[in-house]
């Protein structure tokens, strides 16, 4: 037995001295990430561009800024040049351009000796036809607040909301937390719709005395996005290994979307 074990290291001791690193060289394709709203109010409206970095690489913001970085958009027939901020990487919206609404906007991006590109559509704001408060009682009876809004908003773009009440979810960034409300086909003429939302408080001891509420109207194709990577299969995790889908062509990837807001101001005693 003491013998066997003897040889079961010797061999062990063989095998390992036998290893020799190899160094693999994974292929890269270095592209533009490119990720922009256009159409909100002007401190949420944002445009990011940096370049993606060679597998295994240390993720490092400053190795991803392009060089030679520089946007324009196209709006209703005119070209904007964008300038672009201290930190290298994001574009200040022009301020001249005419209101961000109902229209189609183009981006071309360059830099590092690449181009891309992307266009979206900027839909009309959505318009509040009416809204009402409602009281209500919790579960525990406490006092509580809803608030019904009924909108007109273009037909098949993506709807949410974010407000001092819990109405879906808040967070600062545009965008960031999502809700998709499903909008009948438009029975009129002028590819607009009536929808509703409600919203209600979810603090069991105080109701503020007003609330403001920010509904986003977002083109379609953001909808697309965040559906593609939960396509069909069986994979593990339920992921069927589906890449993103992006509306960015060229040398880049990522996504540039329009958007437009209505604010309203609601009393709720």
């Given at each position: 037995?003491?013998?066997r074990?003897?040889?079961?290291?010797?061999?062990?001791?063989v095998?390992?001295?036998?290893?020799?690193?190899?160094e693999?060289?994974?292929?890269h394709?270095?592209?533009l990430v490119?990720?922009?709203?256009?159409?909100?109010e002007?401190?949420?409206s944002?445009?990011?561009v940096?370049?993606t970095?060679?597998?295994?690489?240390?993720?490092?913001?400053?190795?991803?800024?392009v060089p030679?970085?520089?946007a324009?958009?196209?709006w209703?027939g005119?070209?904007?040049?964008?300038?672009?901020?201290?930190d290298?990487?994001?574009?200040?919206l022009?301020?001249d351009?005419p209101s961000?609404?109902?229209?189609?906007?183009?981006?071309?991006?360059?830099?590092?000796?690449?181009s891309?590109?992307?266009?979206?559509?900027?839909?009309?704001?959505?318009?509040?036809?009416?809204h009402?408060v409602?009281d209500?009682?919790?579960?525990?009876g406490s006092?509580a607040?809803?608030?019904?809004?009924d909108?007109?908003?273009?037909?098949?773009?993506?709807?949410?909301a974010?407000?001092?009440?819990?109405?879906l979810?808040?967070d600062?960034?545009?965008?960031s937390?999502?809700g998709?409300?499903e909008?009948a086909?438009?029975?009129?003429?002028?590819?607009r719709t009536?929808?509703?939302?409600?919203?209600?408080?979810w603090?069991p001891?105080?109701v503020p005395?007003s609330?403001?509420?920010?509904i986003t109207?977002?083109?379609?194709i953001?909808?697309?996005?965040?559906?593609?990577?939960y396509g069909?299969?069986?994979?593990?995790?339920?992921?069927?290994g589906v890449?993103?889908w992006?509306?960015v062509?060229?040398d880049?990837?990522?996504?540039?979307i329009?958007?437009?807001s209505?604010?309203?101001?609601?009393g709720l005693?």
């Amino acid at each position: 037995m003491i013998q066997r074990i003897a040889a079961a290291f010797l061999i062990l001791a063989v095998l390992t001295s036998c290893e020799v690193p190899i160094e693999v060289e994974l292929p890269h394709t270095e592209r533009l990430v490119v990720d922009g709203f256009i159409g909100l109010e002007p401190e949420s409206s944002e445009l990011r561009v940096l370049r993606t970095l060679p597998p295994l690489a240390k993720v490092d913001v400053s190795a991803m800024i392009v060089p030679g970085l520089s946007a324009s958009i196209e709006w209703k027939g005119t070209s904007y040049p964008l300038a672009v901020n201290a930190d290298s990487s994001t574009f200040v919206l022009p301020p001249d351009a005419p209101s961000w609404d109902d229209g189609i906007a183009r981006l071309v991006v360059r830099g590092a000796g690449k181009s891309a590109a992307a266009q979206t559509r900027i839909p009309k704001r959505p318009l509040v036809v009416s809204h009402r408060v409602i009281d209500s009682l919790t579960s525990w009876g406490s006092a509580a607040r809803m608030v019904v809004v009924d909108l007109e908003v273009d037909t098949g773009t993506v709807v949410w909301a974010t407000g001092g009440l819990r109405f879906l979810f808040f967070d600062s960034r545009p965008m960031s937390n999502y809700g998709l409300k499903e909008i009948a086909p438009s029975t009129g003429n002028n590819g607009r719709t009536v929808m509703r939302l409600v919203a209600s408080s979810w603090d069991p001891y105080s109701v503020p005395d007003s609330v403001t509420i920010s509904i986003t109207s977002a083109d379609a194709i953001y909808d697309r996005y965040l559906r593609s990577p939960y396509g069909g299969g069986d994979g593990l995790f339920g992921f069927s290994g589906v890449n993103p889908w992006f509306n960015v062509q060229g040398d880049g990837i990522g996504l540039f979307i329009g958007a437009s807001s209505t604010k309203i101001k609601v009393g709720l005693r």
